[in-house]
Every structure is written in structure tokens, then in C-alpha cells.
């Protein structure tokens, strides 16, 4: 596989402004994609990427979406004079207009239309399209929010249309609502929608009742808008992964959309006047990381807001090198949701419960509940607020995200002979030989009554390609063993002597796992399987039991999401090793979701431990190592109920430990760290 992205920009895009005062939309300049632009070609980026040209929208693309009347009185606008165009914007709310925005308006949507048409033929595997003026706000037959046409909205009609796709999923990570999205799809269910947004209980632009958790869509698109409301500033990179794990990932898994498109707003991130959250540019690697397995990798990025220009330039940046397959960075000070995060958190999956199958246990919030106590919530905060100091967002200043590596190779094989290396990776056999510190040691350890030729060679040279993998030589790896549970505790073991490093092991199936290293940290050790094993010792030990182990695929699926993520990433591991066994049960395709999603953690750097009787797998593996999105899983059913009970003891015992696991906020005070 191992498409491209592409990259659609055109700078006749930059040549609108605001032509007269008006302090809310003075922050919606040219500049906006002009240094987004330049920061991609600075950093070599735009030059990896797959030009693609831009082009007008047709009035037919235009008219999926918008209304004649409105697409008629917009089309005037190139021939008013300044007079009538300040009038023109009067009746709509937070937007302007300019002789050139009808072409730069149309140019947006077409490039949007542009990057569903690459993606959707195989041109390009995803992309990332900069455009101006966003679209998320713009309705049926009205502008808003700097936006005129509604560019997202247009390219799922298109693609549903063009290609028959029959399920689209779109994710707004904007700091503000896409009521505009919401009102065009909120009775069909082929669009999932979801947004999260700056809300602070309806005091924030456009200040809608409907932006809240409460709107779930109508009709036969019951359940198919999600809105998470952000009913306070500030909000960090904990909130958005905690929203992502427990909210968006399980019900886009279980929707299993054919095209992902995301209205890629950067409003969202630290340093925005709109949006004052503060999650760290980096963040947005992630998020796109973490939706690049759905679709089998079909993503369409498209810009909506962003108004500070340092911070919107880097996020821009980090979404289109994971576009481009690098690693992501490792994410910096996960320390759990704050209180007002959970609530909402709460709020959304139980609004939710009744549609998605992944929420069913979603902690329930009485009907007669939800109103009153966000208006109690409400006046609590204006009291708090009022003497709170605050931090203005010019001073807040943050480290610009470091350059990422990317290691000279990417996947290295340790294979026995005969078996084939799959294309794009590179066989590894270490060339100076086995150290002979490490052979003794292995001798030692592992091979104390056997003189197994092959297996000290195996063995020592997954030690050199751990060591390699350290000094960042080489990204991931895939060994097949004649004894996994023996590889492992030898890996954990040489890994956790290293002074300051954190192995997350995730076992999948039946195995002796190594409990060295668990006391300490310096491992976190999650296992699944159907053994109904002693339960859990440690915060770094975790067994998970499943009825079927690992074959039902909806329930590991979800466990995976809710569960292995959200601890993997509140561990911050610097290596991810993963394991499976022979009799596992686990079908190739979950296999690669979990390899692929997990490659968001420690820079991608999985070691990935197989028995040598699983040929088979190597390539699909390897595949996923490589970057490459995993085929989709299908509509996934409810998972079995034992499961999911089993899952909810574990995290009602171990949401002490790893913050990122909870789903509610805390019943009592204290702790709101927002
Ligand atoms: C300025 C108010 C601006 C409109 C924001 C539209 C953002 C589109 N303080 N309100 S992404
Ligand atoms: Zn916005």
C-alpha cells in the first residue's frame, strides 16, 4: 500500500480581508494561510505531499448543501460596492464580505471536493487541504462564523453521491460548534457527526441550546450528531484524548465509516484568542494518529478556524506529517482529565447510551438531572470565576514542538531462514555478532539446559535490534520466536535495566508473562486473555479477562479503546512491546488496529513479538508497522455483556492509578485542575 497524501492550497485563497472595523472578525486574516503554508514548506513537508490542484466548486457541488436563493445572492457580492457589501454582512453573524470572497468561497469547496476526489480514486491514500474561508458555521441559505459556503458538508454530499459511500464520519475538532454541519445532517444517519466545542453552558458564540451534549441528532439521525460542549477554558491535552478514547473512537469503530473527513479547526489549541484551551500543538498528531485506521486510511483534512498564528502554524504542521506516516511525537503531561472535562464526558455518554452499542454501561444521568444541575453548575462558576485571575492568551507562551526524528529504518525484521521479509521492511540479523556480555547473559537466564544455536542467535539479535531501536536507528520491529513467553521476559528484562525508560507490554493471549519490572513502573504489563487469572496485584500489572478472549472482536475492540489506550497513554511509555501467542483467537484485522493505533505511543517504537509458527502474519503485521491503515473492521456488534462488566470492574478499581481511564467526574469537590 503506502499511498501518498496529498496537499491542495492555492494563494488566491489569501487575497480577501475584512475591509472595514469590526473587532469580531479583525482575527480572520490572509496571514492565517500564508504561514500555515510556508511553516509546511519550512519544515519539508509540503514537498513530501502530492500537489493537487485547486478548483471552483460547480453551482451544482454548491447546491448540494446551499439553497438557490442563498448561492444567487452570494454570487452578487463580487460587483457590490463597499456599502452594500457592509450591508450585505449585516444580516449575518460574525462574517464579512469581499469582492474576491464568492471566488476564494468557491476555490474552498472545490479544493475540498479535490481532496475527496484524490482520496476516494486512490491517488492518495489522505490529505490535507488549506483553505479559506472555513465552512463549518455556514448554513443552508446563510453565512456565519467567516464562513460562506459550508466546505465539509458539500464534500460528504459529494462523496456520498460521487461514490456511493454509504457511511461518512466527520470529525470538528474546531474550538467552536459546526451548527452549520449539525443542521445539514442531523436527520441522516450516513453522516455521523461529531463536534466538540468551547460552550461555557451557552455563554459562548454562537451560543446555541442545540450545541449541547443533549442534541443527538433527529429522526432517523437520532444518535448520529455527538456534541461535547467545553463548558470551561483551558481545556488540555488530557481532555481531548480522554473525549477521543471514551467517546468518539468506540462509536467511529463501531459506525466503521467508509471516509473520514475532519473539519480541521486549530482554534482548539494552546495560544488561540477564540478558543483559549490549552492543549499543545502536538496534540493534534495524535488525533489525527488515532483516526488514521479508520476508513482502511481514507482522511480528508480540511481547515476551519485557527486565529493564532504561531500556534496554528505548528498544528497544521504536526496534522500533515502524521498525514505523511511520521511517528508522533510522545505526548507531554498527560495527568488526567479535570473535573469539568468528566462531567461533560458523563453528560455525552449518556445522551448517547441508547445508540451506540460501546455506551450501553455509559454511567446513567436521571433526565430530570441533566437540566438542573447545569444550571446549578452554571451559577457555581460564575460565582468561582469572578475573583479568578487569568492568564491572557498573548502571554501564554509554550515550547515549539521539537523536530521529529524519523529513525534511517523504519521496520526491521528478526525472521527465521525461510521465511520471506515482506517488501519495505529490512531483515535484521546483527552484523557484528552476538555481544558476548549478552550471550552469557542470555546463556544464563534463559538457556541454561538447552545449547540452542538458534535460539541465542534469535535472541541476540533482538537484543541488538532493541538496542537499535533505542538510539532511535530503527523505528519498530517484528521478531518471530520459537518461545514467546521466553523473548519477552528477555526483552523486559535487558529493556528495564536501561536507567530511565518505561516499557508498556500488551500481551494478547495466553503466555507466562515476565512480572519483572512491574514493582517499580519501569513496566506496565496489560494481558489479555479468557484465563481467569489472580486478579491484579499492582497499578503496573492488568490482567484483563475475557469470556472469548480475544476473538470477540467487538469487545476487544472496545477494550482496546477504552482501556489499553487511555492507560498506554497516561503511562508514556518510551517502547511498546506486543506480544502474541499462538492460540490467542485474535483475528489479523484487530490485530492490525491494535499494532497500528498503538504505534501512537513512544514515537511508534513497538517491538512486536510473534511464534515462529505464525508465518502468516508477518505480513500484515509488518504492514501495520509500516504505517499502513488497517482494513476495516465492519459495523461492530454489542460486545458480550460479561465483557464489558469485567472491563468496568477493572477500571472502577485501577481510575485511581491512571486518571485517563475515567469516564464520570468524581461524585465530591476538590480536584478541578481546569
Ligand atoms: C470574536 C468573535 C468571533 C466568530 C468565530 C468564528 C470562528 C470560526 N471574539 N466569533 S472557526
Ligand atoms: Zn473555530
Known amino acids: 500500500m503506502k499511498m501518498g497524501t496529498a496537499l491542495i492550497y492555492d494563494e488566491e485563497m489569501t487575497k480577501y480581508k475584512l ?33 493537487v490542484p485547486v478548483r471552483e466548486a460547480t453551482e451544482t457541488d454548491i447546491l448540494l448543501v446551499h439553497s438557490e436563493e442563498y448561492l444567487e445572492a452570494v454570487k452578487k457580492t463580487p460587483h457590490m460596492t463597499l456599502e452594500d457589501l457592509k450591508e450585505f454582512t449585516q444580516q449575518y453573524g460574525d462574517v464579512y464580505f469581499h469582492p474576491n470572497i464568492y471566488h476564494c468561497a468557491k476555490l474552498a469547496a472545490g479544493a475540498t471536493l479535490q481532496l475527496v476526489d484524490s482520496v476516494m480514486t486512490g491517488k492518495v491514500r489522505n490529505g490535507m487541504a488549506l483553505v479559506r474561508p472555513p465552512g463549518h458555521h455556514s448554513m443552508r441559505s446563510a453565512a456565519s ?18 461514490y456511493g459511500v454509504k457511511r461518512v464520519l466527520i470529525v470538528d475538532w474546531d474550538v467552536h460548534h459546526g451548527q452549520g454541519v449539525q443542521y445539514c445532517f442531523e436527520d441522516d444517519p450516513s453522516v455521523l457527526y461529531f463536534s466538540w466545542h468551547r460552550y461555557e453552558h451557552q455563554k459562548f ?15 432517523n439521525g437520532a444518535g448520529f450528531n455527538i456534541n461535547v460542549p467545553w463548558n470551561k477554558v483551558g481545556m488540555k491535552n488530557s481532555d481531548y484524548l480522554s473525549v477521543f ?8 469503530y463501531e459506525f466503521c465509516p467508509d471516509l473520514v473527513l475532519v473539519c480541521a479547526g486549530f482554534d482548539s489549541a494552546i495560544g488561540d484568542p477564540e ?37 496554528l502554524a505548528q498544528s497544521v504542521c504536526q496534522t500533515v506529517q502524521t498525514l505523511l506516516g511520521d511517528s508522533a511525537p510522545r505526548p507531554a503531561n498527560l495527568n488526567g482529565p479535570c473535573k469539568s472535562a468528566l462531567e461533560s464526558l458523563h453528560c455525552v455518554r449518556s ?56 529513525p534511517p529504518i523504519r521496520t526491521a525484521l528478526v525472521l527465521p531462514d525461510g521465511v520471506a521479509c515482506p517488501d519495505g521492511c529490512s531483515r535484521f540479523s546483527s552484523s557484528e555478532g552476538p555481544d ?36 532511535n536507528e530503527v523505528c519498530s520491529g517484528l521478531a518471530l520466536v520459537r518461545d514467546v513467553s521466553m523473548a519477552m521476559t528477555c526483552v523486559v528484562q535487558h529493556a528495564a535495566a536501561a536507567p530511565s525508560d518505561r516499557v508498556l507490554v500488551v500481551c494478547v493471549g495466553d503466555a507466562v508473562v515476565p512480572s519483572h519490572g512491574t514493582e517499580d513502573g519501569k513496566t506496565l504489563l496489560v494481558q489479555f486473555s479468557n484465563k481467569q487469572s489472580e486478579e491484579q496485584k ?30 498506554g497513554y497516561e503511562y508514556d511509555p518510551s517502547l511498546v512491546l506486543l506480544v502474541r501467542t499462538p492460540d490467542s483467537g485474535l483475528c489479523d484485522g484487530v490485530w492490525q488496529q491494535l499494532t497500528g493505533l498503538l504505534q501512537g505511543l513512544a514515537q511508534g517504537h513497538t517491538l512486536v513479538l510473534m511464534q515462529e509458527g505464525e508465518k502468516a502474519c508477518v505480513g500484515p503485521t509488518a504492514s501495520s508497522l509500516l504505517g499502513d491503515a488497517a482494513p476495516p473492521l465492519g459495523q461492530l456488534r454489542a460486545p458480550l455483556p460479561e465483557d464489558v462488566a469485567a472491563l468496568e470492574r477493572l477500571r472502577h478499581i485501577l481510575q485511581a492509578d491512571w486518571k485517563l481511564l475515567q469516564t464520570t467526574a468524581p461524585e465530591t469537590g476538590g480536584g478541578d485542575e481546569c
Request: proline share 5%; hydrophobic share 40%; charged share 25%.
Open 19 to 51: 475591509l472595514w472595523v469590526d473587532p469580531a472578525c479583525k482575527i480572520e486574516v490572509p496571514e492565517r494561510l500564508i504561514v500555515s503554508h510556508d511553516a509546511l514548506v519550512k519544515n519539508g513537508l509540503a514537498d513530501r505531499c502530492v500537489t
Open 145 to 162: 462564523g467567516f464562513c460562506v459556503f459550508n466546505n465539509v458538508a458539500i464534500a460528504a454530499q459529494y462523496a456520498k453521491q460521487k
Open 205 to 219: 458564540w454562537p451560543q446555541l441550546k442545540e450545541s449541547d451534549y443533549n442534541s443527538v441528532g433527529k429522526e
Open 245 to 252: 478514547c471514551h467517546v468518539l473512537l468506540p462509536v467511529a
Open 275 to 311: 478558543g483559549e484551551m490549552c492543549a499543545s500543538p502536538d496534540i493534534f498528531a495524535h488525533l489525527t494518529h488515532l483516526l488514521m485506521n479508520l476508513a482502511g486510511g481514507k482522511l480528508c483534512a480540511v481547515l476551519e478556524g485557527g486565529y493564532n498564528l504561531t500556534s
Open 351 to 406: 445522551a448517547h447510551r441508547r445508540y451506540w452499542s460501546c455506551l450501553k454501561h455509559a454511567a446513567e444521568l436521571p433526565t430530570s438531572d441533566i437540566s438542573t444541575k447545569r444550571i446549578k453548575l452554571a451559577e457555581e462558576e460564575e460565582k468561582l470565576e469572578k475573583g479568578e485571575e487569568e492568564k491572557s492568551v498573548e502571554e501564554k507562551l509554550w515550547p515549539e514542538p521539537p523536530k521529529r526524528v524519523t
Open 436 to 471: 558476548a556480555v549478552i550471550v552469557s547473559r542470555l546463556k544464563e537466564n534463559f538457556l541454561k539446559d538447552t545449547d540452542d544455536r538458534d535460539a541465542l542467535t534469535t535472541l541476540s539479535s533482538l537484543i541488538a535490534l532493541l538496542e537499535k531501536m533505542e538510539k
Open 538 to 567: 499492582s497499578k503496573y500489572y492488568i490482567p484483563v479477562c475475557l469470556k472469548k478472549g480475544c476473538s470477540d472482536v467487538s469487545g476487544f475492540t472496545q477494550a482496546v479503546l477504552g482501556f489499553l489506550l487511555p492507560l
